[in-house]
């Protein structure tokens, strides 16, 4: 196994800010360039990212991130609403708390493994949800939503100006976080965390994780105690979730508990296993093409399924329409919920697996011995 | 005192359905090895099992409606009325339990057709990979069942005799105040004799039995010359419409919607959990602990000392129990263990 040299890393990392900074430019053809989108694209990065930490290292499945997501939120909007409009403070406060609740969480979990871990994580998601439903609404305002109002406090702002008329808007330092300004935050933020995420994979701390996951008993008896680094990824991954819900609630200031329900953290899961578990771009691949193809589809009605048809003649579009209309509109996660089933069965490695076996192929045929070491490092995980 | 033992009626009868549901899911765990979390959604099928039967039973036509003489009115009228008259009235009035026949057939079928299809090639596959794929199904399933019936609850009613309350009171010698629906009463008995069906099943018959050898070491099993794989496909099976009858009497309850399995599906796993996978008397036992766990919890009483309590008791009782005895309450030695 080759170790990459920071050299390589950095180069990875360039192109990688330089994909992520240009989407505007490039995701235009793809009918996707709207600022709306771009923002979903990074902060679901950023978690996906996260949760690639402790899955795709370790391999403990949670089923419960999607609380840390909530309270990151929660945080934020609270931030705004006491403090300032500024989104410094707000994400910081999401990701120590978050982090603070992740350790909690982690240091009870964590104490056992495989389908148990999974089940207590649920458990606590599922206590976090409820909560936030019922008792917690002075914090949650329940059902409602948390939203911003104009009579709050916001000790900070009120320091430098009077309050204005009508809801202030978050900004970074007078940088709207609306339109394409928030999208370059979240994206300048991905990229920090995405850079922060690589140096976990290639440092020895993320090489005791990948220890943990292919055999946990031979790593306690040579000498390791597992669990404090289980617990140091658990959290890392927590903040990055945390991270991931102020951002959600910087670009639109509104918290639900929704948001924090177990099938949200499957979402998480979904995107992490489409992309390639374990892989370093592979959870940024499945976030990018799950919410693209979210948007597309569920935007398609059935008017629109009728012109795409046009060209068919009629009673064969009309079988064409009944037969593909329950996939999109609301029907979305249908599709999802297939292509889930079709990937986990075909492509367990995810995407990154498919480019992989493809580079294999071609390599047969003109062997390069530096092709891109990175990706060669990845192989042997996503194989099982 | 009447208070308390309304509550335990609530929780018997909440306790019947985590311990019907549970019981299902413990059988593909502790025989199959596999983690299912389309569970969920089996139980949801199993109420749309009630509901289509229903909606089968009432085709119905346009005819005049004499009642109203003025002007031409149409109603519609169930094809079964105008055949049976009076017999076919009565026969849609008793759609609900009439339909544990229907289900029976459509959820084993069901059944086999999922572990054929898809469970049986993850079984050597890791856990993850199970909950993944199985937590894929449980979406397609919840979006068609969303697809053809919509997204709104539908109210299904109980039979007219039943839909009154029952004096059960006066039977144990309390107030006369103490009443208790019918229909409850009727499911917690149906889930017992569910529950005994089962274990009887299993238990007492040779199939039954070299099915729970297969449980405690398939392999020696599959040496001796019998077809394990066959038995499984049939266990699941069983699973399958265990569950949908689950689903089916809770339908006049709980009106069934397309997202009620995924409710139920963390509260089966915690069930299964908290008994001890692979246990099946651990699964019923846990089942009626929780349930009236959680209805006690929602005393007001209760809650007035610690708020909350009732929306979090069962995940709060599973965390402790994992973590004080890590096997559940009647786990065996070595079922899901790593």
């Not at chain 2, 699964?283 to 000392?305: D, R, T, Y």
């Amino acid at each position: 196994m080759k170790t990459p040299t920071i050299k390589n890393d950095i180069f990875v990392m360039l192109i990688f800010s330089a994909v992520i900074l240009t989407m505007p430019i490039w995701m235009e053809p793809l009918g996707a360039s709207y600022p709306d989108l771009l923002q979903k694209f990074a902060i679901f990065g950023i978690f996906a990212v996260g949760y690639n930490i402790l899955f795709g290292l370790t391999g403990y499945l949670s089923f419960g991130h999607a609380a840390f997501l909530g309270v990151g939120s929660y945080t934020a909007v609270w931030s705004f609403k006491l403090l300032t409009m500024n989104i410094l403070p707000a994400i910081i406060f999401s990701v120590l708390l978050s982090g603070l609740f992740a350790m909690l969480i982690g240091f009870i979990t964590l104490r056992r493994s495989g389908i148990y871990f999974s089940i207590l994580t649920l458990a606590f998601a599922q206590m976090f949800y409820n909560l936030a439903y019922s008792v917690l609404t002075p914090i949650t305002n329940g059902e409602t939503g948390l939203q911003l109002a104009r009579n709050d406090p916001r000790v900070i702002d009120r320091l430098f100006s009077e309050a204005g008329e009508g809801l202030p808007s978050t900004d970074f330092f007078g940088l709207a976080m609306s339109g394409y300004s928030g999208f370059y935050v979240c994206a300048v933020i991905l990229i920090i965390t995405f850079f922060i995420s690589q140096r976990i994979f290639h440092s020895p701390f993320g090489i005791k994780l990948r220890a943990i996951k292919s055999n946990q008993t031979r790593m306690k008896y040579t000498g390791y105690n597992t669990r404090p680094y289980l617990l140091t990824a658990f959290v890392i991954s927590g903040m990055y979730a945390g991270l991931a819900g102020g951002l959600m609630a910087a670009t639109d200031p509104l918290a639900g508990a929704e948001r924090m329900q177990w099938t949200a953290s499957g979402e998480v899961v979904l995107m992490t296993i489409l992309g390639g578990v374990g892989t370093l771009i592979g959870p940024m691949l499945g976030v990018g093409i799950i919410k693209y193809f979210e948007n597309i589809f569920s935007a398609l009605n059935e008017q629109a399924l009728h012109q795409a048809y046009a060209f068919m003649p009629d009673w064969l579009a009309n079988i064409m329409v009944a037969i593909t209309s329950p996939f999109v509109g609301e029907g979305w996660h249908l599709t999802l919920g297939a292509l889930f089933v079709l990937i986990v069965v075909f492509l367990p490695g995810g995407i990154m697996e498919g480019i992989n076996m493809i580079k294999k192929r071609f390599s047969k045929k003109t062997p390069e011995p530096h092709s891109d070491s990175l990706k060669k490092k990845v192989a042997p995980e996503t194989g099982k | 005192m009447d208070a308390i033992f309304l509550q335990l009626l609530n929780g018997l009868d909440k306790g019947g359905a985590y311990a019907l549901i549970a019981l299902g899911l413990t059988l593909v765990f502790g025989t199959l090895g596999v983690v299912n979390f389309a569970h969920g959604a089996l139980f949801m099928l199993g109420a749309f099992c009630s509901v289509s039967f229903y909606k089968l039973l009432t085709i119905s036509k346009q005819v005049k409606d004499e009642s109203i003489t003025f002007f031409d009115a149409f109603k519609e009228q169930p094809y079964l009325e105008i055949w049976f008259g009076d017999f076919g009235t009565a026969i849609i009035d008793f759609a609900v339990p009439l339909s544990i026949l229907f289900a029976i057939p459509v959820m084993l079928l069901i059944g086999l057709i999922m572990e054929r299809g898809l469970i049986r090639h993850f079984y050597k596959r890791t856990h993850a990979e199970q909950i993944l794929v199985t937590f894929g199904l449980a979406i397609v399933l919840q979006e068609l069942i969303k697809s053809f019936f919509g997204a709104n609850p539908i109210p299904m009613p109980p039979p007219d005799i039943v839909s009154g309350s029952a004096p059960i009171g006066v039977l144990f010698g309390l107030s006369e105040n103490v009443v208790y629906p019918w229909w409850r009463l009727i499911y917690l008995a149906f889930s017992g004799i569910v529950i005994a069906g089962v274990f009887a099943f299993l238990n007492m018959t040779t199939y039954g039995m070299v099915v729970r050898a297969g449980m405690m070491d398939r392999e020696t099993v599959g040496l001796l010359g019998i077809d394990v794989e066959r038995r499984f496909t049939v266990v699941f099976g069983l699973a399958a419409v265990v569950t949908g009858l689950a689903g089916v009497m809770y339908t006049p309850i709980l009106p069934p919607d397309y997202h009620m399995g995924m409710d139920f599906l963390v509260l089966s796993f915690v069930v299964v959990v908290v008994g001890g996978m692979g246990s099946l008397g651990g699964a019923v036992a846990a089942g009626f602990l929780l349930g009236i766990l959680q209805s006690f919890a929602s005393m007001n009483e209760i809650k007035s000392i610690f708020p909350g309590i009732d929306q979090i008791i069962i995940y709060l009782v599973a965390v402790i129990i994992l973590l004080v005895r890590p096997r559940g309450l009647l786990g065996r030695e070595g079922v899901m263990e790593d």
